[in-house]
């Protein structure tokens, strides 16, 4: 991660032999809570000649609201960028994009919700590699404006949340998260106005 030695942060790359690709996986590698797992998700602005690419730093456990994103971007029209777009435009493939070390400079907006971590965890440009990094560094190093893009969760799912805060990442297993993969699954496909990993 030469991006971050640039600034004078070394960062310890973890590599997996099996896919970190989603949230889920992630936090399970990782004995981590949900929340503490950055999804690095790409959107566009059409733009003339081509497309602006916007990369969301988005806690595990929340879903990007593309209204509230629009709002905050001044992007009516932005949308989530499909998987030949999100490569062509940062280099790396969905479930490896890493939140810095791009080839060209890319707008990033940081979802306020991984400031309650003291720890993170990142994807480090492949499937099975992520990184641990406090938030505060990752904001600067990602040079990311901290803005509200995530949709609203059910008060059930902060209840979860503070129990799981409470248990400690030792006690918020994948088992701990409702429904586990496959209902996140399911409710992504359930729900087409919000953008999720």
């Known amino acids: 991660m030469d991006a971050a030695a640039r600034k004078g942060v070394t960062i310890e790359v973890t590599v997996f032999d099996e896919s970190t690709h989603t949230a889920v996986e992630a936090a399970a590698a990782v004995g981590a809570d949900l929340g503490q797992i950055v999804k690095s998700l790409v959107f566009v602005i059409p733009v003339t000649g081509g497309l602006e690419p916007v990369l969301c730093l988005v806690a595990g456990h929340n879903r ?14 932005i949308r989530r960028a499909s998987a030949r777009e999100a490569r062509d435009l940062t280099g790396f ?3 490896g994009i890493p939140p810095i070390g791009h080839d060209r400079p890319i707008r990033v907006i940081m979802d306020p919700d991984l400031g309650r971590y003291p720890v993170v965890w990142a994807a480090a440009g492949l ?18 404006t901290v803005a509200p893009i995530a949709e609203d969760r059910p008060p059930a ?7 799981r805060a409470i248990a400690g990442p030792a006690g918020a297993a994948v088992a701990d998260v409702p429904g586990g993969a496959g209902a996140e699954r399911a409710a992504d496909a359930a729900a087409p106005r919000h953008a999720d990993a």
Do not use: H, M, Q, Y
């Open 64 to 77: 990007v609201d593309v209204a509230r994103l629009a709002a905050v971007a001044s992007a009516p029209d």
């Open 127 to 144: 499937s099975t590699t992520v990184f641990p990094i406090p938030p505060g560094t990752l904001r600067v190093l990602a040079n990311a």
């Open 93 to 95: 493939s969905i479930g």
């Open 157 to 163: 799912d902060r209840r979860g949340e503070i129990d």
